[in-house]
């Protein structure tokens, strides 16, 4: 998935943040009743979660402030401009990937972007990928934020369930906490990003 890695890289080098990311749907999906083979062309299309970021200016990727409210609008691009770029594919990993792509910022309360989708209307995938990313974007490194430790992620995602996640995939992630603890902690730290 060289595409993914293209994606990632033009935000930093962060090949482990995909992998970790591809485990944790893995975990999410299994959970959540997929099949060995289901869950696994899930978490593989999870992988392409960000190529939309492909079509963003470098200056929103690298900014290390928070985003002007004009640039967040930009940033929030990412999530269709992706679904685009999949869109129109025999490919069943690449059309779970589109799913993805589009939906892995709505949340379950209907906040999210870009369509404020809600509850069920949020496709099971994408609704998988957002836990699997907050996870991972909370207690890995980013360069305009502070990591914080499994335990307190843990926390913020419990207190989100209903709320930002389906409380069915927040359940399977307390559940299965000990294994994501365990993919956080098996990645290359050299992948990682600086600390």
């Known amino acids: 998935m060289l595409t993914a890695y293209i994606a990632e890289l033009a935000e930093w080098d962060n090949r482990a ?8 749907a893995y975990l999410l999906a299994v959970g959540a009743g997929f099949g060995h083979d289901e869950a696994e062309l899930l978490s593989v299309a999870c992988l392409l ?23 967040y609008k930009i940033a929030e691009r990412h999530a269709q401009d992706g679904a685009r770029l999949l869109a ?3 490919s069943a990993v690449l059309q779970t990937a589109e799913a993805i792509a589009l939906t892995h910022h709505e949340r379950w309360d209907g906040s ?5 989708l809600s509850g069920e209307a949020i496709p099971m995938t994408g609704r998988i990928m957002a836990v699997a990313d907050v996870f991972d974007a909370l207690t890995t490194w980013r360069s305009y934020k502070a990591v914080i430790e499994p335990e307190a992620a843990l926390g913020l995602i419990e207190t989100s369930s209903r709320t930002l996640f389906d409380p069915k995939l927040v359940s ?15 990645h290359d ?5 600086p600390r």
């Open 17 to 24: 943040h995909l992998e970790r990311i591809r485990r944790y």
């Open 49 to 71: 979660h960000d190529i939309g970021k492909i079509t963003q200016p470098v200056a929103i990727l690298s900014k290390t402030s928070r985003l002007e409210p004009e640039e």
């Open 88 to 90: 129109g594919s025999d």
């Open 112 to 116: 999210g972007y870009p369509n404020g």
């Open 172 to 186: 399977v992630f307390v559940d299965r906490f000990p294994d994501f603890k365990a993919v956080l902690h098996s």
């Open 189 to 193: 730290p050299k992948l990682a990003g």
